[in-house]
């Protein structure tokens, strides 16, 4: 059974930091590029982040770089994104993606909130 698992959303004010986590199992997890996404209330889920499977390599939304920092661990099955600086605007539900192909698995998303 696949599940993707988010984890370490919040609450933090303005300027903070918060590291998501995402727990993946089910499938092979060092095969697949993980992403992670964002939906904030009334507007389109957006890439944050990407990590794939080869180097790895990374990309980041613009609106984030330099602040956000994807990484992964292919012996625990986790992806994370470490989030500095946070603003208000990054207030939003966080997803963790999995894909492969045509393959495409989704966690549950976790609430991360910026505000004073």
């Known amino acids: 059974q696949v599940q993707l698992v988010e984890s370490g959303g919040g609450l933090v004010q303005p300027g903070g930091s918060l590291r998501l986590s995402c727990a993946a199992s089910?499938?092979?997890?060092?095969?697949?590029?993980m992403t992670w996404y964002r939906q904030a209330p009334g507007k389109e889920r957006e890439l944050v982040a990407t990590?794939?499977?080869?180097?790895?390599?990374?990309n980041y939304a613009d609106s984030v770089k330099g602040r956000f920092t994807i990484s992964r661990d292919n012996a625990k099955n986790m992806v994370y994104l470490q989030m500095n600086s946070l603003k208000p605007d990054d207030t939003a539900v966080y997803y963790c993606?999995?894909?492969?192909?045509?393959?495409?698995?989704w966690g549950q998303g976790t609430q991360v909130t910026v505000s004073s």
């Open positions: 990590i794939t499977v080869s180097f790895p390599s990374t």
């Open positions: 993606n999995a894909r492969r192909y045509n393959v495409d698995y």
């Open positions: 089910g499938f092979t997890f060092s095969i697949y590029t």
